[in-house]
């Protein structure tokens, strides 16, 4: 009846049972403004489908993701990832989770991947883009709130310091923020071939994730950050990605994006996130299926304004055709309505349609021939603007297409603004986008691939002017990426091979200031493509630097050794002379270190300073080093720290360049060949007393003070340690600063109390005793032993001495039992004089405890020779180096011994000798291991009052020190050996709690 006012009682869309009847009332009472009062004839006037206001029921996968949001602003770190194929609503759905983040008082910020910008965009254009986006809203937050503005402002200042300007290349916005007084003058010029490009890249990742620190840590409000389309990440932003992901900024929510049918499942983002799940971020993922027939038919629902039951068939067609793929039927549903099968009835006041046509209509069998197929309908002026859209990616600033609209005289503006009304393309931001990446592919096709070469290179012609008058970055990359995409074979004036390859160096030279040296790689790639032919005769210079950049920048951004072999090969044939030479076979030696080959590249290196570079290096041995080590004495005899500080400053070539080469391999050999290091070390003195300071000479007193260290004379070695710190800033060599002060910092360990060597890591008691980050998390409890693998390897140049060590340690602090397999690893995974110095007074102390520990257990003599080996190295270092370092550790090993010799009482003093020791040098997690220690060894011999005390005090140690997964261990240990375990000490009981203690 309800029906029957518009037609037939029995039409077809009668009810046939009361269940219908009652499913439609209920509608009407659910929803009345759509299903009882129907279709606003006055706001449908403009005939116009009103497909973009229409929801995709995703409520549970919308409700997942706001679960994770609402724990990561609760303090819990938290990345989601949407999943499914294209079309899905992927990105609706992630914009759905940013409104309702914005709704809550968050903020959100969003950058988007493209396919087309891999290879030659600005670096890091997604982030950028994000951060620009909160730069925007800091200058509105300045209009409205003055003082809260500041404080984020000083507190960016404050993270980011004089280095601030580095991020201004890749955050322009920035500088409006910060200001114009931390911008550097010489940023243009960070290029240069003597830069430590890995520091450098290591420095914006650090900056990055600390402009994400002060943001989650100072503003007031959570924010949610999403990346679309991390299919198409480029290594460096996801490198960048990957540190901020461990920092694990507060409040700030990472939301991504991808078609996980198109990535593999060793792809970089995957090894992201389940690397950064080890680290305790916690990801959620959230995948998307096509839609049921059942969903279909209820969007097709809202969309009309009629019930379910009457858009049946309609729905049937349609999912028949889009397999339930939301992008396809939306643009079936628009095919529909354009061609008029799908219409307004204004009499009637309601959608209409005629099953049969639509059901015998030939509508395309994929979303690409649909898109295509409405895309070609269009007026020829509008697709032939989506096309030239299409060849920039998914989004083209507004200003690109008014220069191309003059330059080529083409209509392009209009006719993309008619392409938003369609609803192809929007407009954000001073950008056109396509309203999904199909309808960019499917606008890219309507021209043969044939010709977009050509196309290509004449859009990028048209803007590369522009964009080095206007000094653009973001134009200049997009310029060489259409000119590059075109290649040389889109040239036919032969002037412009040279052009094109001196642009292609611009944009490199700009992408390495932005510290993006993939991005940098390509671009010199490139250009070595446009060199015309006799380019080595014709154009030397231009060609040397080129191939010298493109090896550098191929070497930074981890490219394949063959191409960068190709490259060594083509420089090594056609330079002119072997100084035109050094610089690539300084970066090719440092290539093979990095590759493990370390014995290559030393050969390598010894091969040029002796064969072509005349400095001869002695063959190894005891004699030949006295030698060395006599004549460099007699060389230094008379020279006092005020004169080596200002002595005169080497002027010769050839030792200039051998100076060069023997720094480069001078650590090489310090791992591998630790005798030859000595060589190497004492040539290099010799060659700066005999020719003066070079580049070099900060690093050279550095290695000859820890030579002398090594030697026993820690007062020597400490003296040049600081001649080599105070020449980095006297001859202005910072690209050796962090080799120098690693060096020189490893005997100020030795030398100065903790603190002033290292404060923060003091603090926390873990420098001196974990060599991964991976026993910190265990100790700490914040990894199980049983989940963390003992045979983990850094990537480093000691990764089975390390990790023995490692396995080692925790056996012997956590009692894994198989102490004495891992102890015996360790031992057959030394190399003598292979590790740096204090790194190895750590592994000295354990495992001469461990070694005690094995004799007390199975009586063999070879365990206790060991320790006591380990103990007398530890006496030498506290009698020569530091008493504040190491005496705790000595006194604790010597009660160790005391201990396995059965003198008891001398074993007892020598533990609360250790004990005071530790706590007046502040080492609380040694003083936390001996009274541990104690405890144990007074358990041993019967005394259990003193036993009891010792343990509690341990355990409190450890709860204070942080070591929350040794506490919990030490604990199951007592409750083992007393019956009821309690916080103070009564008799043989120990009173305390399995909870750690919070100290105010």
């Known amino acids: 009846m309800l029906e029957s006012v518009y037609g037939d009682f029995s039409g077809k869309e009668s009810f046939t049972n009361i269940t219908q009847l009652a499913s439609d009332l209920q509608l009407m009472i659910d929803e009345p403004t759509k299903f009882l009062r129907g279709l606003d004839m006055t706001k449908v006037s403009q005939h116009v489908i009103p497909i973009h206001d229409i929801e995709i029921p995703r409520d549970q996968e919308l409700e997942a993701i706001k679960s994770s949001y609402n724990q990561c602003i609760s303090g819990s770190p938290e990345v989601a990832i949407i999943q499914g194929e294209s079309g899905l609503g992927k990105s609706w759905l992630a914009y759905r989770v940013g409104s309702y983040v914005i709704s809550t008082g968050g903020i959100f910020l969003a950058g988007k991947f493209d396919r087309m910008h891999q290879d030659h965009a600005k670096p890091f254009s997604a982030l950028a883009s994000a951060f620009e986006q909160y730069c ?84 007031i409000v959570s924010v949610m950050l999403l990346l679309d389309d991390v299919q198409w990440i480029d290594e460096a932003s996801l490198s960048i990605l990957r540190t901020i992901l461990r920092q694990k900024p507060r409040k700030f929510f990472f939301l991504c994006c991808c078609r996980d049918d198109e990535m593999s499942s060793d792809h970089s983002f995957w090894k992201t996130i389940n690397g950064t799940g080890s680290a305790g ?247 070595i493509l446009f060199l015309p032919e006799g380019h080595w005769n014709d154009h030397y210079s231009f060609s040397l630097e080129l191939f010298n950049l493109a090896y550098k920048s191929a070497s930074a951004s981890g490219q394949s050794v063959q191409d960068m072999d190709i490259l060594l090969d083509r420089v090594l044939k056609n330079a002119r002379s072997f100084e035109d030479t050094i610089e690539i076979q300084l970066m090719h030696i440092t290539v093979l270190s990095y590759s493990s080959k370390n014995a290559e590249a030393l050969q390598q290196g010894l091969h040029i300073v002796s064969k072509q570079l005349g400095e001869e290096i002695p063959n190894p041995s005891e004699e030949a080093l006295d030698d060395q080590v006599k004549q460099t004495n007699a060389m230094l005899s008379g020279l006092t720290e005020e004169h080596l500080l200002n002595y005169k400053i080497m002027c010769d070539d050839n030792k200039l360049s051998v100076m060069m080469f023997l720094s480069r391999i001078q650590g090489i050999a310090h791992f591998s060949k630790p005798q030859l290091s000595a060589f190497i070390t004492l040539k290099m003195l010799q060659i700066t007393i005999s020719y003066g300071l070079s580049p070099a000479a900060p690093l050279t007193f550095a290695c000859f003070g820890s030579y002398l260290a090594h030697l026993g004379d820690f007062a020597a070695g400490y003296r040049f340690s600081i001649i080599g710190k105070t020449l980095l800033n006297k001859l202005g060599v910072h690209e050796l600063t962090g080799e120098v002060f690693s060096v020189a910092g490893e005997i100020q360990m030795y030398c100065e109390p903790a603190p002033a060597a290292n404060e923060q890591e003091h603090k926390t008691g873990l420098a001196f005793t974990l060599i991964t980050y991976q026993v910190p998390l265990v100790i700490s409890g914040k990894e199980s032993a049983a989940k963390s693998s003992i045979t983990f390897c850094p990537l480093n140049l000691h990764n089975k001495l390390r990790s023995s060590f490692y396995a080692m340690y925790l056996s012997y602090m956590l009692s894994h039992g198989e102490l004495k397999k891992y102890c015996e690893a ?81 074993a007892t003093e020598s533990y609360k000798q250790a004990i005071s020791s530790a706590k007046a040098h502040k080492y609380i997690n040694d003083e936390a291991l001996a009274y541990e220690l104690a405890g144990k060894f007074f358990l041993d011999i019967g005394k259990n009052a003193s036993s009891t005390e010792y343990l509690r005090l341990a355990h409190e140690k450890y709860c204070e020190w942080g070591a929350h997964g040794k506490r919990k261990q030490l604990y199951g240990f007592i409750s083992t050996k007393f019956a009821h375990p309690t916080t103070a000490s009564t008799g043989s009981k120990i009173m305390m709690s399995d909870q750690p203690i919070i100290y105010g």
């Open 826 to 906: 360790f031992y057959d995974s030394q190399i003598d004089g292979s590790v740096l110095m204090f790194a190895r007074s750590a592994r000295v102390f354990y495992t001469g405890l461990a070694a005690f520990r094995i004799y007390r257990e199975t009586r063999d003599e070879l365990w206790i020779r060991r320790a006591v080996k380990e103990m007398k190295c530890m006496k030498l270092w506290t009698e020569k180096a530091s008493i504040w370092n190491f005496q705790h550790k000595l006194q604790l090993m010597e009660a160790e011994a005391y201990y396995c010799y059965g003198n008891f009482d001398q």
């Open 281 to 527: 971020v916690h990801a959620t993922h959230v995948k998307l299926n096509f839609m049921n027939m059942e969903t279909l038919n209820r969007v097709v629902s809202d969309l009309l304004f009629l019930s379910p039951r009457l858009v049946g068939s309609l729905s049937s067609a349609l999912f028949n055709k889009s397999k339930g793929n939301v992008l396809f039927f939306f643009q079936l549903i628009s095919t529909l309505y354009r061609d008029q099968l799908l219409y307004l009835d204004f009499d009637n006041g309601r959608w209409m349609w005629d099953d049969h046509k639509v059901i015998h209509m030939e509508l395309p069998d994929n979303i690409a021939l649909c898109l295509t197929n409405g895309i070609i309908k269009l007026p020829t002026e509008v697709h032939m603007a989506l096309h030239v859209h299409s060849m920039f990616g998914t989004s083209v600033r507004i200003d690109y297409m008014e220069l191309l609209e003059v330059q080529l005289g083409l209509k392009l503006i209009e006719p993309l603004n008619n392409a938003v009304s369609e609803g192809l393309v929007s407009i954000s931001n001073g950008s056109f986008h396509f309203s999904h990446d199909r309808i960019q592919e499917a606008s890219l096709n309507l021209i043969e691939e044939r010709e977009r070469g050509s196309n290509h290179f004449m859009y990028g012609k048209c803007l590369i002017e522009k964009a080095l008058q206007n000094n653009d970055d973001n134009m200049l990359f997009t310029a060489i990426g259409q000119i590059n995409r075109g290649g040389p074979s889109a040239i036919s004036d032969k002037r412009e091979y040279l052009i094109m390859a001196n642009h292609n160096m611009s944009a490199g030279k700009r992408a390495i200031v932005l510290s993006e040296f993939g991005s940098a790689y390509s671009f010199f790639k490139s250009g």
């Open 136 to 219: 925007d809203l800091l200058l509105l937050l300045k209009e409205k709130d003055i003082s809260s503005f500041k404080l984020i402002v000083d507190k960016l200042e404050d993270a980011l310091g004089h280095e601030a300007y580095h991020l201004f290349p890749v955050i322009p916005k920035l500088k409006n923020i910060l200001g114009h007084s931390n911008e550097s003058k010489g940023i243009d010029d960070d290029y240069s071939l003597d830069k430590n490009w890995g520091n450098s890249f290591s420095r914006l990742k650090y900056l990055m994730s600390t402009f994400v620190d002060v943001i989650s840590s100072n503003s």
